[in-house]
């Protein structure tokens, strides 16, 4: 077991309960930081940094998805709209789902992956946003990886702790830490050897790094 599934483990009831909205609160806010960024072409990339996409394989289910939102805001409206007590807190909600969603597609936009001057972000939309410095890598490899069905983001083999970023369950890039490193995550602080994730162009992404180690 991880330090942060240990820590997870010792949590009362109440504590749970108060991470759980902290974090709701957390995606929230930056959800509407994202809508912000986006409108006015603001990416969240480090100075002198190159940003490298990771939402591809998952950006027709996201439009799917907020496309039906739309289309229900507009239908609900018609089917309530004899209703003011019904219609107006059915629309809230309704409206309030779709900006999620959007808040959620956007995050991934603005916040690319990263590689720069001084090391490499490894991001997932507003949530994750890893730095590893640049003296923290020993090597990387273009690996491509599908898990076949649901495993943790934090998987030990042989007492080595690995890092999975997947997207549609998969990576394409691993990246080989010279030594165990505490890393931050939505779930707490886990301390890996190897970081794992995707990207819409992995060679380019290899060739950026390259030129920097």
Known sequence: MTSAATARAKRTWWQFAGYLAKRAIVIELRGYQSIYRFIFRRPKVPAGAEGFSYHQPILAIMIVFIA?????????????????YVRIPLLIISIWGLVWMLGLLFGMLVRPHAVGPDGIRVRYGSEVD????????DSLAYRKQAAQHKQPKVTIDDGVATLHMRIQNETNIEILLQRPIPLKLPHGRETVSTVKLYADDPKRFMDAIRGHI
């Open 130 to 137: 890893i730095p590893i410095a640049w003296h923290d890598v």
């Open 68 to 84: 039906v939102s739309a289309v229900e805001v507009v239908v609900v409206d018609r089917i309530v709209s004899r209703w003011a």
